[in-house]
């Protein structure tokens, strides 16, 4: 009997599907995105640099928490809130997706609810970077009730699901472990040790979170898939104590791990994999921007043409250097610059007040 | 500011004697219409010689429509005078040259017509100077509607004093129930006004009769002689009408003295009462100087950009406001802050104001809260709905005037609340004064009552409302 390599499709050799002619195309079984499927995504940044593609291609991106339109460029916020499905900003860790569709269930409350650091200045601890914080408590619990709606809403809207793995370091409450999504007193609040501890996550707890997120989100639609991929984005800096870049190293091996096992574990979820894309030992010399942690616009439309690929649209990226660039740097998407449309209710109503103005001048 | 350099006129010869063309000064002092101790006295000045008064007047006191005597009022004659080009500087002697011949009338309180007829005036000569000239001796009178022999006949204290017994009569007379003529029944004209005999009315009767007589508000006949102390420089957006700007201002831009509860002051005029320019807001400014300036800004931010029901409808929490956390069923709950940070555009320009307004020596800076939106909007569907001009309007801009939604009152009253914070916010940060919109001028709700509102408009108050408001901003410590 022929040993088992015989069998094995070229691109199962490293000569033959890399060195020899690499085709990211055959990274990806199966079909990705169905005609007409409704993407809804969570996780670190990596996640928000889809949605202009998948939306060019024909496919909807669920929205439910987005500020009116009318207020335009005011709304627009630089943490990412307004990028995903619902305004939760980066999620980096599966135990921070996790306790946020808890917390959206009525099943988690964490003891450190907001954060109060002057009397009208409410901050909600799990998303500390939001634009414009509460002016009240009133106020507070009425925002975070809607954006928790809005998690579900985009969860029960939603087809197919993608997220990503971004870290395994977290910062949590001593308490009760909630995790926020940057350590107290970064972007908002006060670090305290005696609170706030330290974690890096295990392949164990990764794998867990991210099998019970997915099991508690289909108890909202039973009917989701999944996509889960690995940001292939370094970390900023690493609180383990070691050098960055074998936390990084440790932080995506467990991620890309967990993720496998999930796949393996769980029906109806995928993996797609752009960390190896981006990071591979086949990719470019561009893939990362001069600070070698940006992935740069030629490394994002790889990614995304490959994934594109797996789908089924019509819609092709144009050659790299045909395309406009989707994604420039830090700033948001096209879908997100797009100007602000002309509001007939707001262009009629300045025409009453300016002409009522000039009337006042006539009235006796 | 440059004196207006004259080089002919009936005093060239004066002037040819001097080997210069004649200067507005010397015009202003042989025209036999100016007053220096009234102009001194009227508009706070103190002056050593009348010739430094009248080159007060022809090189400042003339561009910001001071009045040389009680009789001529540069802002009243200008809308009169027919000359959209003329300037407050030129009317004095426009009016000398050529509308005093006309019968364009000087001010509400000189019947020029009236009066070259009834002291048989020569064709050239000038009706206020000569009466001007003859005003203390008893046998001329201004108006028709003043007497002055009955006045000195009826009397014989004013007469003994040898007082001017028209300004008595405008000053104080009125109060102790003097009958100015036996033409005018002043009783009868105070209870017809305002419901009380003379001794108790809020204005003169004959002042108050003038100003609907001669179709022009109020505070432009209000009397002359008011009390001294700084004068109040009223600037502001379309809410500063109610206020007692002067409507219908069809002029310049420049400044146009007023009274107002017995303080003297000037309104900053935009040309033809149009939309502010920069060059309005630089002249209030320039304006400022010793000045207590009373400022009202913009004010109507909600109506421009909400009065139509928003797509996605949205609310948010005012604690301001009663029933200010009830939110509309579905609506998208926003942050209180994003709308401050919304509107935050439109109170730039005043805090840079406000900066511009003390460094030129302001003596006080006040900004005065705007008025609140109706609990209705009834005007709307009358006024505005069933216009084929508006209707025209939408359709231009992609609306539909029969399915258009208005923005609930509660809604537009929450937004009005957020504007008032910023109003004081800005004013506070710039050094000036607030004065909100008391609870007295709000019905329960907050809304701006009826009997403020005006019938024309849902989106202005009315002079009762302004005028209140007036007061508290001119009283120190006058909020409520």
Redesign the interface.
């Known amino acids: 009997m022929e040993h088992p390599y015989k069998s094995v499709p070229a691109k199962g050799f490293w000569k033959r599907g890399v060195s020899e002619g690499f085709d990211p195309c055959e990274l990806v079984e199966g079909r990705l995105l169905a005609r007409g499927d409704k993407v809804a995504s969570a996780g670190s940044c990596f996640a928000a640099n889809i949605v202009p593609y998948i939306a060019r291609a024909g496919f909807e991106y669920v929205r439910t928490e987005a ?2 339109s ?2 335009g460029e ?2 627009a916020d630089n943490f990412s809130y307004s990028k995903f499905s619902a305004a939760y900003g980066n999620i980096y860790t599966p135990r921070q997706a996790l306790q946020l569709l808890q917390r959206a269930l009525g099943e988690f409350a964490p003891q450190e609810d907001w954060w109060q650091p002057t009397e009208d200045v409410i901050v909600d601890p799990f998303r500390p970077g ?7 408590i ?2 507070f619990q ?2 975070r009730a ?1 954006h928790l709606g809005a998690v579900l809403k985009a969860l029960r809207q939603a087809d197919v699901f993608v997220f990503t793995l971004g870290l395994t370091e977290a910062w949590r409450s001593r308490a009760d472990g909630a995790v926020f999504p940057a350590c107290p007193g970064t972007i908002a609040g006060v670090y305290d040790p005696k609170l706030h501890e330290f974690h890096n996550f295990s392949v164990a707890e990764v794998t867990a979170d991210t099998a019970a997120f997915i099991d508690l989100a289909r108890r909202v639609n039973p009917v989701l898939r999944f996509i889960l991929t690995v940001s292939p984005v370094p970390l900023v800096a690493t609180a383990a104590g070691g050098h960055v870049l074998n936390a990084t190293v440790y932080s995506k091996s467990v991620l890309r791990v967990a993720a496998e096992e999930v796949v393996r574990s769980l029906p109806s979820v995928t993996y797609f994999p752009a960390y190896e894309i981006v990071t591979g030992p086949q990719a470019p010399e561009d893939s990362f921007q001069a600070d070698r942690r940006e992935p740069s616009q030629s490394a994002i439309d790889r990614v995304m043409r490959t994934f594109l690929g797996a789908c089924d649209t019509d819609y092709r990226l144009p050659p790299a250097d045909a395309s406009q660039p989707l994604l420039g740097g830090t700033a948001p998407g096209p879908a997100l610059a797009a100007p602000v449309p002309v ?12 002409a ?9 | 500011m440059v004196g207006m350099q004259v080089a002919e006129g009936k005093n060239a010869k004066a002037a040819k004697a001097k080997k210069g063309p004649v200067d507005m000064v010397e015009w202003v002092l042989e025209s036999g219409l100016f007053d220096a101790a009234f102009y001194a006295a009227h508009h706070g000045y103190s002056f050593g010689t009348e010739e430094e008064s009248a080159r007060h007047y022809a090189e400042e006191g003339s561009n910001f429509s001071c009045k040389p005597n009680l009789f001529f009022d540069p802002a009243y004659y200008l809308q009169r005078a027919g000359d959209v080009s003329l300037t407050a500087q030129q009317a004095l002697r426009h009016f000398a040259e050529r509308g005093d011949a006309t019968g364009v009338r000087p001010s509400p309180v000189f019947d020029n017509r009236w009066y070259r007829q009834a002291y048989r005036l020569a064709p050239g000569a000038n009706s206020l100077a000569h009466y001007l000239r003859h005003r203390r001796g008893g046998r001329h009178s201004p108006l028709p509607e003043f007497d002055v022999a009955y006045y000195l006949e009826h009397n014989p204290d004013v007469k003994a004093a040898g007082i001017d017994p028209f300004e008595h009569f405008l000053l104080t007379g009125y109060r102790e129930g003097r009958k100015p003529s036996t033409d005018f029944d002043l009783d009868y004209h105070s209870q017809l006004y305002f419901g009380v005999p003379p001794t108790r009315a809020p204005a003169n009767p004959l002042l108050e009769h003038l100003s609907r007589r001669l ?1 022009v ?1 109020a505070a432009a006949v209000a009397s002359p002689m008011a009390a001294p102390g700084p004068e109040f420089l009223l600037a502001g ?3 500063y ?2 206020l007692g700007a002067p ?3 069809q002029g310049a831009r420049g400044l146009i003295a007023g009274t107002v509860h017995g303080r003297r002051g000037h309104y900053v005029m935009e040309e033809n ?3 502010r320019s920069p060059a309005y807001w630089d002249l209030v400014a320039e304006s400022s100087r010793g000045r207590d300036l009373i400022l009202s800004w913009r004010g ?1 931010q909600h ?10 409808l ?1 609310d ?2 005012e ?1 301001a406001v009663r029933n200010g ?1 009830a ?1 509309r069923d579905g609506a ?7 709308l401050k ?2 509107f935050q555009p439109s109170f730039e320009p005043l805090a840079v104001l406000l900066g511009n307004a003390r460094q030129n020596g302001a003596e006080s800076v006040t900004v005065v809260g705007t008025p609140p939106p109706r609990s209705d909007l009834a005007l709307f569907e009358k006024l ?1 709905r069933p216009s084929p001009f ?1 209707r025209q ?2 359709q231009g ?3 539909d005037l029969d399915t ?1 939604q208005l923005t609930r009152p509660l809604l537009l009253l929450k937004l009005w609340a957020v504007l008032q914070e910023m109003l004081a916010e800005t004013a506070v940060r710039g050094g000036a004064r607030f004065v909100p919109v008391p609870d007295s001028l709000r019905d329960p709700d907050g809304f701006l009552p009826g009997m403020y509102g ?1 019938d ?5 108050a ?1 002079e009762a409302f302004g005028s209140r408001m007036m007061q508290l901003a001119l009283e120190p410590g006058g909020e409520e």
Not at chain 1, 343 to 354: D, E, K, R
Not at chain 2, 303 to 312: A, G, H, S
Not at chain 2, 456 to 460: L, Y
């Open positions: 500020l009116p009318l207020f005011v709304g939001l634009k414009f914080p509460a002016s009240s009133e106020e009425v925002l809607q509001n007939p209710l707001t262009a009629m109503g300045a025409y009453i007040a300016s009522l103005c000039e009337e006042a001048a006539q009235n006796d | 179709d508000p957006d379309s809410n009408f109610a409507v219908k201002y009462s149009a939309d109507n109506i421009t950009w909400f009065l139509f029901e928003p797509q996605p949205f948010f929490i604690p956390a939110l998208v709950v926003v942050p209180r802050r994003l940070a919304f505005i508006w309007m939408a801009c992609g609306l258009a005006l024309t408009d849902f989106t202005h009315n």
